[in-house]
């Protein structure tokens, strides 16, 4: 089990139900990335994700730190689940907030890009017609 | 120089998920990839577009392995 990681789990993501209490928080954003039923024009019946457990932690742990060092943020936090995720499943949350909502959304998609982009999680698809492939991901620096 | 070599995702296709691996005349990060595409030519171009990482560190082309170092080859992130 990865649980001992604090932005790796196994454990299934449950949506935060209160913000963090921080009295100068007056923006808060939220981003989940769920499982969706299609890739590529292929129907999707589940994934698995695997990471480099040690690594993924330490690499959203710095990341979150440099978005700290980037906006004047009162609080960040990401986290990434691994293993057998069905559709509609929380793949992963990532949580910002700050005095005002500009640094909350700024530093939000700063975090989740970086973290598709760069910590060694990696998705195999797993298709109706029983086939499966591990996603080929982002080799290129580019936006989307 | 003895290291332990990690796989991840599609590179486990080719290589075990984690082996230990003697190697002669291996210095640096270069080296390592072109051993590896000796062993497994139809991995080149997952090879090619993988990082690699000693000691969990992301390395370059340049960069030294050690003896007993731990390796991994990181295939394009696809988390999110």
Known sequence: MD?????????????PSQFPPLPSMGGYVLFAG????????????????????????????????????NWDLEFADCIHRLGKLGLGDVAVIVNTGAVHRDEAYKANRYIIDRVKHEVPIWKKEYYVDGSSEWSKGCAHDHQH | MKIQLLSFAALKEFFPSKQDLSLE?????SDLKSYLLGLKPDAEKLIKISRISVNQTIAKDSDLITEGAIVALL???SGG
Request: hydrophobic fraction near 35%; charged fraction near 25%; aromatic fraction near 8%.
């Open chain 2, 25 to 29: 005349g291996i210095n640096t990060v």
């Open chain 1, 34 to 69: 769920i499982v969706r039923d299609i890739n590529e024009g292929r129907q999707v019946t589940h994934l698995e994700y695997e990471a480099y457990s040690e690594m993924a932690n330490q690499m959203i742990a710095t990341i979150i730190k440099d978005a700290f060092q």
């Open chain 1, 3 to 15: 649980t001992k990681y604090k932005h790796i789990t196994e454990e299934k993501l449950d949506l």
């Open chain 2, 75 to 77: 295939p394009p992130s």
